[in-house]
């Protein structure tokens, strides 16, 4: 059974950093690009960055560029998402969710239950 499970959410003042993690198990991690995908009270499912296989390509939602920088350690099976310089308009659900290929974005075949991000002051 394919498993991802978040971790790392929490409170945070605006400008803070916080480190999410995602681990996964029941598929070859290695074979396929990730993404990190988030929602907010009232609002659609928003992407937020992915990565591919390899980990050598990567790539941002034009409201996070510059400031979270996706990574995976494929021997640990994780996932990670470095954010800096939050701000109270991230606040929301972060999940992580598994591509089809090693390249592609959507559409997802699996996704997690995902962690809580709130920045406030």
């Known amino acids: 059974e394919v498993q991802l499970v978040e971790s790392g959410g929490g409170l945070v003042q605006p400008g803070g950093s916080l480190r999410l993690s995602c681990t996964a198990s029941?598929?070859?991690?290695?074979?396929?690009?990730m993404s990190w995908v988030r929602q907010a009270p009232g609002k659609g499912l928003e992407w937020v960055s992915t990565?591919?296989?390899?980990?050598?390509?990567?790539t941002y939602a034009d409201t996070v560029k510059g400031r979270f920088t996706i990574s995976r350690d494929n021997a640990k099976n994780t996932l990670y998402l470095q954010m800096n310089s939050l701000k109270p308009e991230d606040t929301a659900v972060y999940s992580c969710?598994?591509?089809?290929?090693?390249?592609?974005?959507?559409?997802?075949?699996?996704w997690g239950q995902g962690t809580q991000v709130t920045v406030s002051s």
């Open positions: 969710a598994k591509s089809r290929s090693a390249v592609t974005t959507w559409p997802y075949d699996y």
């Open positions: 029941g598929f070859a991690f290695s074979s396929y690009a």
């Open positions: 990565i591919h296989s390899g980990g050598g390509t990567t």
